[in-house]
């Protein structure tokens, strides 16, 4: 089983709140990696980063934000949620570009 | 443009019966293809990686091809469970950057009955 973990798992939020969704992992991976993924549909890349102090956007445009102070540590960032934030967030991380990507068990996140 | 087409879109077979899911891609250039299994409301879990290669491989009663000429895969599940009523979906790797995006498919819902 792979040592990836997100908090929380479920998470039911008023509109205009600021949420922080956690990831860690513990197996030294380099390369971390947000996506989201509404019922249904495929994942969608939101975030990444190469390591330390490296963020970038990925393919679909989100207002969240993400920072990397610690290898082990990816949190995600929603200043001001609302109704269109609603989605399952997965968080993963892999050894390398071309290596095993291992996912954690998601934040599945409403914003009434 | 760089897609993953999955079939079925979901599919109901009866505990003990085997099913063949498929995966068309068009990622180029290419890197790997995986199979992920995901439970509702869970994170996908790895069932095989294959590079180019890699025409077969096998993890219990799960077993991938790959045809990297056709640019297509599919996963036969054998002797199927009622644990097996997941979504699987197809991930395609590119290897056409440092990052190794992954190009996910929309996956297959499979439901097993008793």
């Known amino acids: 089983e792979a040592d990836i973990y997100q908090t929380p798992r479920y998470l039911v939020i008023g509109t205009g709140k600021k949420i922080t969704l956690e990831c860690s992992q513990t197996?030294?991976?380099?390369?971390m990696y947000w996506y989201q993924q509404d019922p249904g549909m495929e994942l969608h890349l939101i975030h990444y980063?190469?390591?330390?102090?490296?963020?970038e956007k990925g393919d679909l445009s989100s207002e969240s934000t993400v920072s990397r102070i610690r290898t082990e540590h990816f949190p995600l960032t929603l200043e001001s949620a609302r109704p269109s934030h609603t989605s399952q967030y997965l968080c993963?991380?892999?050894?390398?570009?071309?290596?095993?990507?291992?996912f954690g068990q998601g934040t599945r996140l409403t914003v009434v | 443009k760089n897609q993953v087409e999955q079939s079925p879109q979901s599919l109901i077979i009866l505990e003990g019966k085997n099913c063949t899911l498929q995966?068309?891609?068009?990622?180029?250039?290419?890197?790997?293809l995986r199979w992920y299994k995901q439970d509702t409301g869970r994170g996908p879990v790895s069932l095989t990686i294959?590079?180019?290669?890699?025409n077969t491989k096998s993890n219990g009663r799960y077993t991938a091809t790959l045809d990297a000429d056709t640019k297509q895969s599919s996963l036969h599940i054998t002797a199927s469970q009622l644990s097996d009523s997941a979504s699987y979906i197809c991930?395609?790797?590119?290897?056409?950057?440092?990052?190794?995006?992954?190009?996910f498919g929309r996956g297959t819902q499979l439901t097993v009955w008793p």
């Open positions: 993963a991380s892999s050894a390398g570009p071309f290596t095993e990507a291992f």
């Open positions: 197996m030294g991976h380099d390369k």
């Open positions: 980063s190469y390591g330390v102090n490296s963020t």
């Open positions: 294959m590079t180019f290669s890699e």
């Open positions: 991930v395609v790797s590119d290897r056409g950057s440092t990052l190794g995006r992954l190009y």
């Open positions: 995966c068309n891609y068009t990622v180029s250039p290419f890197s790997n």
